[in-house]
C-alpha cells in the first residue's frame, strides 16, 4: 500500500489538511488558555496569535518552496545539511512530531474521558483512535488526503450551523471592558496560542514534497493558514460573546460547553455530537498529520527503505507514553503551560530555521546542484 | 496478567503479519530496526499493563526548558 | 484503434479443444459424421440430413444441425434446394452422385439464398459454429465443410425490466440475446465511432462476450485494459456477467462495487456517450460498464429524463437514505447506550418505559431485529411473485409487533428498523445496497462498543477505503475527491440541461463541449 514518495496530493488537498490540521485541538483548548490570561479579551489574544501566525507561515512557506523537489522533508534536511547534521536534524525534527503527537492524544483522551465517553477505559480509546490513524497511514497519504476533501464540507457546514445557531445568545457586552488591564494578558495569551495552533504547524514540510505540481506554496499555505487562523479567532469570539469570560476561564473545553447551549426553537437540544464530529475530524488530522511526519520521517536518517512495518511498533510507544502523560489534567496543563511554547519555538521554528539557512546557503552556492530531478 | 498475554499476544501478531514481507523482499536493515522498535514498544506496553512507573516524557521538556521559563 | 483479433481466446488452451482445433476434416464424408456421433455421444438433438445415392448409398453430402438452435425451415428451403440442384453423376460411374464439379457454383447459389455462407478446415471451428446453432454441410471428397449461418431460436422477447422499473423513459430492457442486446444500443447511438469487438470467453461455455465504446470519446488506455483483462480470462464457463465482474474487477477484496451493471440499455447507452466502456455478455441481460464512480450507483437513468429541479431533490433525498439506511440502527445504540443525555427528556422517558421490560442491551435487540429482516427479505425474495412482497416488509412489522408485545424488543427499535430497511430500497443500484446492508452490522458493533466515537471512526475508515479504490485508473470517489469543480454537476444534484455544456473527464475529450446553444 505504500513505498514513499511517488504519492501525490492536490494543492487544493494540501490546503485542506493545513487547515484541519491548524483547527486540531486548538478549537478545544485555545478558548480556555486564551482566557486564562486575557479574560474577556481573549478574541484579542487569538487575533495577535492570527498575525503572528501569518509571518510563521511566510517563514514555512520559505522552506515548503525549496524542498518541494526532495523525496521528503528529512531528505532535504539530509541534502542541505550533509548526511550527519542534516540526519541529526532530522531526527530532531521526529521528535518534535513525535512529542506534538502525545500532546494531541493526551487531550483527545482526557476530553473523552471527561465529557463523551465517560465509562469507557482510556487505553481502549487511545488504542482504537491509533488503529484507525495507523489505517490511514497504511492506504497513504493521497487517500486521507481525499478523505480530508470530503469531510472539509460535512466540517464547514457543522461550523456554520454552529455560528448561526449561537448568534442569538451573543451578547457584545460580554466583550466588555475591553483591554481593560493593558496589553500583557493579552500578548501572554497569544503566546500559547501561537505555539498550539501556529507553530506546530511545521508538519505541513512533510507533505510538501508530496504536493504535485510545480508552483509556488506560498499562497496556498498562506491561504490556508488565513482561513484557520479566521474560524479559529471567531470560534474564539464566538465563545467569549455567548459564555463570556467567567465560564470560559473554568470550563475545561468551552466549545463543547457551546455546543451543549444550542437549542433550536426549544426541542433540539445537547448538540453536543455535532461539535464532538467537527472536532474529532480536526484532531484526526493534526494527530495523522503527526504521526505521518514521525512514522515516514523516523525511516530516513535510518536509512530505511520502508516504512510501513514501522506503523504499529510507533503508535504502542506513542500510547504508552500518551498514558503516562496525563497522570491527572491539572500536572499535564501545568506542564504544558510552562514549557510547551519554549519546546515548540525551538524546534518548530529555531531547528527548521536552521534548514532554512542551509537552503538559502545551497541556492546561493550550489545553483542547480541541489535540486534532484 | 491476562493483559500482559494480550499484549504478547499483540506483539505476536504484528511481527507475524509485517515480517513475511519483510523477509520476503531481503530488507535486513529494516528488519532488525522494525524488531527493535517492536521491542521497545512491546517491553513499554508491557511495564503500562503491569503498572510499572514509567517516565512522563513532558517532564523531559522540563528539564530542557526549566532554566528558561 | 488497435484490435487484438490474432490473439487466440484462452478457452483453446483447454486440452480437449486443444486437440479439436488440431484435428482436421475428413475427406470423407461418412467418417465425419461418425465422428460427430461419436463426439457428441449420439445426443438425440444432433440432426443429420445425408444425401445418398439412391443406389449405392454413398454418402454424398450431409447438412448437419442442432436442432432448437438452426432455422429448420430455412435449411430445407435453402440448402436442400441448392444441393439438389448441384448433385451430379459422373458418366463414367453412374453409382456416383457428388457435387464436386459444382462445387463453386453451388457454394455461390447458397450464398445467395442464405447471405452467408464460409469454408471451415478444423474440427474445432466446425465444433463451435455447429454449437452456436449454425448448419454444417459435409461434402464428400474435399477436406472442408461449409457453414451457413441461419441460427433461430426462441428467446426472451424485449420486454420491461422487472428489476430497475422507471416512471418517465425507456422502459425497454437487455435480453438473452447478444445480438438483440447491441442491437438496442445501436438503435441509441447511431455513430459509426460505436465500435464492437467480441472476445470468446469460457472454455465449455463459449461466451460471446463484447466489448462496445465510442471511439473517440472513450479512453484508450481504458479500452486496452478492459482488452487485457478479459483475455487473460480463463475459465470453465460464463453465465453472467458476474463472473466476468469478479475477474476483471480492481478491487477484490472490497465490499464495493467498482464496475457497474445496469439492464437498461439507455442508461449504458448514455455512459457510452460520456466516454465509458460498456462489456455486454452472451446469456444475460446485464451488461457493464467501466470505469465508475461512486456517484453513479446513486443515479438512475429517470433523474435524466425528469425536470432538473426534481431529479436534485430526489438524488438528495437519495443520499440522505443512505445514511438512515447505513447508520440509523448504530445512531439508536450509541445513543441509547453511551449518550442518553442527548435525548429530550420527554423522549427519554417513553424510551425508558419502553426498555423497561426487555432483557436484552440495545445492542442485542438491533442485532436481533436486523437479522430477522434480512432473513425476511431474502426470503421474499424466492416466494412466488404473489406473496413475496408483501412478506419482507409487513412480515417485518408484524413480526416485529408480535415480538414488542412478548417483550423481546422494544417497539422503537421495530420503528428504526422498519425505516433503515425501506431506505435500502431507494439505491437505485441492488450493488450497492449490499455493501450497505452489511456495513451496518459493523457499524452497530461499533456503536455498541464506542457509542458515537465508534461511528465516527467507523466513518472514517469507511471513507478511507471508499477513498482508495480505484476503477480501471480512476479514482472512485471522483469528481468529490479529488475535486473537480467541473464535474460536480452531476454528482449529488443535476444541474438542468441548459447549464451543463462540457464533456465528464472520463471521456478523451473531456471538457469539450456536447451542447451548443443556438442563439
Redesign the interface.
Known sequence: MNPYANKKITVRQFQILIILGLIGDAILIMPTITASSARQDAWLSMLVAYAVGMLIGVFFALIANRIRQSESLIAASREVLGPWGGGFVGLLLVFNFFMCALSLLSEMSQFMTTQLMTETPVNAIIFVFLAVVILAFRYGVEVFARMGELLFPAFLVLFAFLVVFLLPQAEGDRLMPVASEGVLPILNGSVMAISITFMEMVVLLALAPHVSGSRGLTKPILSSFAIGGLLLSIVVLLCVMVLGPNLMETKLYPTFVLAQKLTIGNFLERMEAIIAFMWIITVFYKTLLLYYAAVAGIAQPLKLKENVMLTIPMAMIMMVFTVTSTPSITEYSYLLERYYPWFDLTFCLLVPSLLLAGLLVKKKHGGNADSKP | MASLIGVLAIAGGVFWLEAPGLLKRKRVKEMVWFVSFLLIGTGLYGALTLEAKLPNPFKLLEIMFGWAA | MHRNSNVQPRSNEDPYWKELEAAAIHSTAEVNLARLKRDMGDSDDLVIRPIRHPKSGNTAAAVVYIDGLSDSAAINLYIFDVLGTSLVSREDDPEWIGIQPNLEEAAKELLVGLGSIERVHQLGDLYRNLLSGEAVILIDGVSFAYRADIRKWKGREVTESTNQTSVRGPRESFTETLRVNTSLLRRKIKDPRLWLETIEIGRMTKTQVTIMYVNGLAKPAVITNVRTRLQAIDIDGVLDSGYLEELIEDAKYSLFPTVYNSELPDAVAAQLLEGKVAIVVDGTPNALVVPTELSVFFQSAEDYYQRAIYASLLRLLRFGTVFISLLFPSLYIAITT??R??L?ASLLFSLAAQREGVPFPAFVEALVMEVTFEILREAGLRMPRAIGQAVSVVGTLVIGQAAVEAGIVSAAMVIVVSITAISTFTLPSYSMSIPVRILRFAFMAAAAT?????I??GL??L???L??LRSFGE?F?AP????NAAEMEDTIIRMPRWLSFKRPNTSLSGGSSRIRRRR
Open positions: 453511551f449518550h443525555e442527548m429530550p464506542y457509542g458515537l466515537f465508534g465516527i471512526l472514517f475508515v471513507l478511507l477505503h477513498c482508495s479514482p470517489m468529490l475527491a479529488p475535486y
